[in-house]
């Protein structure tokens, strides 16, 4: 199964064997068993730098944090930024996070606009 289908991980295997024979196996059983991939020859799947590099321009990274000012006063920060032109999407900061305050209705535009 895993030759057959080298993206598919031992996770998939796993679950394929349960569905479609009713063959319960962990996963681990199942890494144990898949061919090992032979020395020097690229992995099969994606890694997540590239990954990063395809998808930039689809990813929104968001943050959500406390900052202490001078006087001592938390504040709630919020900042989303689109990772491929790392461009700033939108912040705000705030003293009350409690009261809630709809940015559409106050400004009359979406948010990510």
Same mark, same amino acid.
């Given at each position: 199964m895993a030759r057959e289908n080298p993206p598919w991980g031992?996770?998939?295997?796993?679950n394929k064997l349960?569905?479609?024979?009713?063959?319960?196996?962990?996963?681990h059983t199942v890494r144990k068993y898949m061919p090992k991939p032979a020395p020097g020859r690229p992995r099969g799947d994606q890694r997540w730098p590239t990954f990063?590099?395809?998808h930039a321009?689809?990813?929104?990274a968001g943050d959500f944090f406390v900052a202490v000012t001078a006087t001592f006063r938390l504040? %709630?920060?919020v900042v989303l930024i689109e990772h =491929?032109?790392?461009?700033?999407?939108?912040?705000n900061v705030t003293d009350h996070p409690e009261r809630r305050? %709809?940015? #559409?209705?106050? #400004? =009359?535009?979406s948010w990510l606009t």
């Open positions: 031992e996770e998939r295997i796993a349960l569905l479609k024979i009713a063959i319960r196996v962990s996963p990063l590099h395809n321009r689809a990813i929104v504040i %709630d920060v =491929g032109s790392r461009r700033l999407l939108h912040f305050v %709809d940015a #559409t209705a106050a #400004t =009359g535009s």
